[in-house]
C-alpha cells in the first residue's frame, strides 16, 4: 500500500467500523471486543483503533471468536500486558472499505454494524441517524433520532430493502404509524 493510500485509509469516512474493544482480558495484552465481522474467515492483519478521535494502526499478532461470533480476544502486537492493553478499553475498531469491498458477505452482526447509519423510508425520506440497536430477544428494537427525540422501532416491524453500505445509509418500509408515537 502507498503512503498515500495509507494515509487516506486513516479517514473515518474511508473506513468501516467493523467493533468495539471492551477491556483488558487476562494478562499478556490480549482484549475483549464485540467484532461485527468473521475474523477468522478475513485473516485481518491489522486493524484502526479509534484514540483520541484519530485511527490508529495496530498489527493484530492473533484473534480468536467466540462459538457464536458476539465475541472475540484480540491480541496486538508489541502489546504484551494488562497495563499496556488499558489504553484500548472503549475504543471502536475500524477498517478499511477499500479493503473491504463486499462487507455484507462478511456481517456476523448487521444491527451492532449500522448503527450511526441514516435511516430513510422506502421513498427516500430521512428518518434519522440509528444511535442504538437494543437485542432483546423477544422485540429487538433500534433506537433512531427522529425529530429530535428518540424512537424506538421494532426490528421485526420494519423491512429493510437496501443497505448501503460505502453510504453508510439504511433504506426501509417503516409504518408511518410507527413514527407518529
Given at each position: 500500500m502507498?503512503?498515500?493510500e495509507?494515509?487516506?485509509?486513516?479517514n473515518?469516512?474511508?473506513?468501516?467500523k467493523?467493533?468495539?474493544?471492551?477491556?483488558?482480558?487476562?494478562?499478556?495484552?490480549?482484549?475483549?471486543?464485540?467484532?461485527?465481522?468473521?475474523?477468522?474467515?478475513?485473516?485481518?492483519?491489522?486493524?484502526?483503533?479509534?484514540?483520541?478521535?484519530?485511527?490508529?494502526?495496530?498489527?493484530?499478532?492473533y484473534?480468536?471468536s467466540?462459538?457464536?461470533n458476539?465475541?472475540?480476544?484480540?491480541?496486538?502486537?508489541?502489546?504484551?500486558?494488562?497495563?499496556?492493553?488499558?489504553?484500548?478499553?472503549?475504543?471502536?475498531?475500524?477498517?478499511?472499505?477499500?479493503?473491504?469491498?463486499?462487507?455484507?458477505?462478511?456481517?456476523?452482526?448487521?444491527?451492532?454494524?449500522?448503527i450511526?447509519?441514516?435511516?430513510?423510508?422506502?421513498?427516500?425520506?430521512?428518518?434519522?441517524?440509528?444511535?442504538?440497536?437494543?437485542?432483546?430477544?423477544?422485540?429487538?428494537?433500534?433506537?433512531?433520532?427522529?425529530?429530535?427525540?428518540?424512537?424506538?422501532?421494532?426490528?421485526?416491524?420494519?423491512?429493510?430493502?437496501?443497505?448501503?453500505f460505502?453510504n453508510?445509509?439504511?433504506?426501509?418500509?417503516?409504518?408511518?404509524?410507527?413514527l407518529?408515537?
Amino acid at each position: 500500500m502507498l503512503f498515500n493510500e495509507a494515509k487516506n485509509n486513516l479517514n473515518f469516512d474511508n473506513c468501516y467500523k467493523i467493533g468495539k474493544i471492551f477491556k483488558p482480558h487476562a494478562n499478556k495484552g490480549q482484549v475483549s471486543a464485540k467484532i461485527f465481522v468473521a475474523l477468522e474467515i478475513l485473516k485481518l492483519e491489522s486493524v484502526f483503533v479509534e484514540m483520541n478521535k484519530n485511527l490508529i494502526p495496530f498489527f493484530i499478532d492473533y484473534s480468536m471468536s467466540s462459538f457464536n461470533n458476539a465475541s472475540a480476544i484480540i491480541k496486538f502486537i508489541g502489546i504484551d500486558n494488562m497495563e499496556s492493553s488499558k489504553i484500548f478499553s472503549s475504543n471502536n475498531v475500524y477498517f478499511p472499505k477499500i479493503q473491504l469491498p463486499d462487507i455484507e458477505d462478511f456481517l456476523t452482526d448487521f444491527e451492532n454494524f449500522i448503527i450511526e447509519y441514516l435511516l430513510y423510508t422506502s421513498d427516500n425520506k430521512l428518518v434519522g441517524k440509528i444511535l442504538e440497536f437494543i437485542d432483546d430477544n423477544k422485540n429487538p428494537l433500534f433506537v433512531v433520532e427522529y425529530k429530535n427525540a428518540d424512537v424506538l422501532l421494532p426490528i421485526f416491524s420494519i423491512e429493510i430493502i437496501e443497505a448501503d453500505f460505502q453510504n453508510q445509509k439504511i433504506i426501509a418500509n417503516i409504518p408511518q404509524s410507527l413514527l407518529e408515537l
